[in-house]
């Protein structure tokens, strides 16, 4: 992953810019112009995140990325991308472990509308492989998409190969200054995260920032000694391009895995934005209730300036 460095003329240029586009353009606008513009200026001009709410999910999508200048913003014709779902436990759709599956699949038709070459979905998950990628759904309604339009070639969900991890190191860390992680992600073209909101027993919650666990290797429960730092140094070397946090069905309590569906809930909320940490901002407090500080690691993320350095940097805009 290269890191492009601004010149502070340039830097000021991008910031009158983006004050010019919200008075012309809005929301979309903004969008498109953050998407453009290295990271570090997009966190120091400030963060917009889409909030959506409504009964059909992938509408919903639709409707947040919309918000952001739409799918041609963060998708180019020719770019292989990865859609980093959590796929993780061996849940239903309805027990809300999982992200579901009309968010990954309106988000791969989306990528391909856009002109991607390649959508490829995958998760390293914590429950047997073969039963989280058949139960959670993922797995048919991606297939069934490819099948039903054609694309089965272009739009693929597999599972992780322990020999496609690589160690990778992680410049400027805190605490995890290197780690394996999934060779796929490090080569892709644009990475979009696409994490399930819910209750999570040692961090809080997960949102986006955690759901991006899914592409390392090794023994991950040794991040849970300094998780907010390990969370913060894993960010620093992956590069997603969106975020986009499924808040249709919520699990509250006895999370990540859960499966009593009584600790569900269904608040029909979608989050999204180019910056990680604005939308978990976003979504801990309008989901969950929950300020940075009750988050470690969103704390940890926003002391470090992985993205927006503080929730008044954040303009929401309801879709």
């Known amino acids: 992953m290269t890191q492009c460095l601004w010149s502070r003329r340039k830097f000021l240029q991008a910031a009158g810019g983006a004050a010019g586009t919200l008075a012309a353009g809005g929301a979309g606008m903004l969008g498109n112009l953050l998407a453009s513009v290295p990271e570090a200026a997009a966190a120091a001009i400030g963060a917009t995140v889409a909030a959506v709410s409504g009964s059909n999910p992938a509408e919903n999508v639709r409707r947040a990325v919309s918000a952001l200048g739409g799918i041609r913003a963060f998708v180019s014709r020719g770019d292989v991308v990865v859609l980093k779902p959590n796929i993780g436990w061996d849940r239903t759709p309805e027990q809300a472990a999982n992200t579901n599956p009309d968010v990954v699949v309106a988000m791969a038709e989306m990528c391909l509308s856009a002109g991607a070459k390649e959508v490829r979905v995958f998760d390293r998950t914590c429950n047997e492989p073969r039963r989280c990628y058949a139960n959670s759904g993922i797995q048919a309604a991606v297939e069934a998409f490819g099948k039903r339009h054609g694309a089965s070639d272009a739009a693929r969900i597999y599972h992780v190969e322990e020999r496609k991890f690589r160690r990778t190191s992680i410049p400027g ?35 986006g920032l955690k759901n991006m666990m899914g592409v390392m290797g090794g023994n991950r429960g040794q991040m849970h000694f300094n998780l907010s730092e390990c969370l913060v140094d894993l960010h620093r070397r992956l590069d997603t391009r969106l975020t986009v946090i499924d808040a249709t069905r919520v699990l509250l309590r006895n999370g990540p895995s859960g499966g009593n569906l009584a600790d569900v809930r269904a ?19 309008k989901v969950f209730g929950l300020k940075p ?27």
């Open 267 to 285: 608040p029909g909320k979608m989050f999204a934005s180019t910056d990680v940490v604005a939308a978990d901002v976003v979504a801990a407090e």
């Open 173 to 207: 860390a805190l605490a995890m200054k290197e780690w394996d992680l999934y060779r796929d992600a490090l080569e892709a073209d644009k990475i979009i995260n696409l994490p399930v909101a819910k209750h999570h027993s040692l961090a809080t919650v997960t949102l």
């Open 293 to 319: 500080p009750d988050v470690a690691h969103l704390q940890k993320a926003l002391d470090a300036r992985l993205g927006v350095a503080s929730p008044a940097q954040i303009r929401v805009v309801e879709a």
